[in-house]
């Protein structure tokens, strides 16, 4: 299994931007899909999960409402598009994949992708 992340970059504070995770070596449609991310010196995170179908979505509270989760399973592919993006948002950004939604600890998550570094400049 492989996840491979992209998208990451240096932007400025209130700015958007939009992560893609690719899978392969897995039934995608058949996996929940997560994002993690971790900040300099910090744990990791949970950002956000959406479902195998895509039709349910789960959100780190104080996330929710500037970045949204999607996939498309014709692509194999996972999104994290991020708006208003602050200072604090900065950190590596995981994709992860596992058999079961809810899951919000990055221990629950089978398989994980290499990252993607954000920088979101003040």
């Known amino acids: 299994v492989q996840l491979q992340a992209s998208g990451g970059g240096l932007v400025q504070a209130g700015g958007s931007l939009r992560l893609s995770c690719v899978a392969s070596?897995?039934?995608?449609?058949?996996?929940?899909m997560g994002w993690f991310r971790q900040a300099p010196g910090k744990e990791y995170e949970f950002v956000a999960a959406?479902?195998?179908?895509?039709?349910?979505?789960y959100y780190a509270v104080s996330l929710k409402g500037r970045f949204t989760i999607s996939r498309d399973n014709a692509k194999n592919t996972v999104y994290l598009q991020m708006n208003s993006l602050k200072s604090e948002d900065t950190g590596v950004y995981y994709c992860?994949?596992?058999?079961?939604?809810?899951?919000?600890?990055?221990?629950?998550?089978?398989?994980w992708g290499q990252g993607t570094l954000v920088t979101v400049s003040s």
């Open positions: 992860a994949a596992d058999r079961d939604f809810g899951q919000s600890s990055r221990h629950e998550y089978d398989y």
């Open positions: 959406i479902s195998g179908s895509g039709l349910s979505t």
């Open positions: 070596g897995l039934t995608f449609s058949n996996y929940v």
